[in-house]
Structure formats: C-alpha cells, structure tokens
C-alpha cells in the first residue's frame, strides 16, 4: 500500500510517497520554471554588496585547528559568529564533522541556524562528498560500490540505482 504526504509553499510544491516496505520517493517541483528568473531572487542579489556576493560563492568547510587536521562536529560559538557574520553559500561535511545521524541533524540545524542571522538570512547549501566505494565521508547508512567499479559492470541502471539508494540516504 502506498501513502503520499504533500506540502506546497512559494519556493515549491514537495511529495513523498511511501511504502509499508519503507521505500520512499520525494518529488520536488519548483516554483519557477528552470531558466525563468525569479524576482524575489533578482532583488536579494542585487541588493548584495561584492563582499556579500563572493560569500555567496564559497562552499565552507568546519576544521577545529590551524592544520586543517581535526574537524568540528559541533557549532561552536567562534563558528556560528563566522556563520552569522558572513553570508556563506554553503559548508561541506566531511568525516570528522559526521558522527551520527542525530548529531549530523543537529550540526546542520546549527549551522543553518547561526547562517539565517547573517545580514541576507539565506539559508547554506549543506555538501558531502558521498560517492561510494572509498568515497565515503557518512559513517552510517550504505557505502555502495565505486565509480570505477561501477563503470566496469557497463550497466548504466545498477549505476543509476546505486546512486539514487545514496542520494536518499544523505
């Protein structure tokens, strides 16, 4: 038996669909149309400063020392000052920052959190390199094969599946 929950807003129109086995599917439909120009959006960039716009193209990562060595598996206060102060466009996850999945929820929660206090209020592209086979920075949930394994099957849909098993897990 399949059940569907939706909901709508502005931004866009979300489905999920599951079954009693436990599979699921989400179905995202936009607002605007892909290459129509939003207004809203046109107005926030252009009200940016350059400073603000650079931010925007930066993808973040929460490292706990100078070496880059050991990373954060919280928002600490210095983190969500840098967070709220500059208007990132997103924070990569990797190994270190990903324990569990209550803690992954909470850091990103608090990431996103501390990122809506800054001056646009524009929520983080949240990242994880998440490809499988040695690729995997997600302790937890499946590892899948990798890409060159993959490829020498020569079978595009088990490539396909295994990369949508993956994307629905994150």
Do not use: H, W
């Amino acid at each position: 038996e399949e059940t569907s929950v939706a909901a709508e807003s502005g931004d866009a129109a979300v489905e999920v669909k599951g079954t009693e086995s436990g599979d699921a599917a989400v179905e995202v439909t936009p607002a605007v149309n892909p290459g129509e120009e939003d207004p809203e959006i046109l107005g926030t960039i252009s009200e940016m400063s350059t400073q603000e716009k650079l931010a925007q193209m930066m993808i973040v990562a929460l490292r706990s020392d100078g070496s880059n060595s050991k990373t954060a598996t919280e928002i600490n206060q210095d983190y969500a000052d840098l967070l709220s102060k500059y208007d990132f466009g997103g924070l990569i996850l990797f190994t270190g920052n990903v324990v569990d999945p209550a803690q992954t929820v909470t850091l990103i929660r608090d990431s996103q959190e501390a990122a809506m206090k800054s001056a646009g209020g524009i929520p983080m592209f949240i990242c994880v390199d998440q490809e499988g086979g040695s690729v995997n920075r997600v302790p937890f949930g499946t590892t899948g094969s990798g890409n060159m394994a993959l490829a020498a099957t020569g079978d595009t849909k088990l490539t396909e599946e295994c990369a949508n098993m993956l994307g629905q897990e994150i």
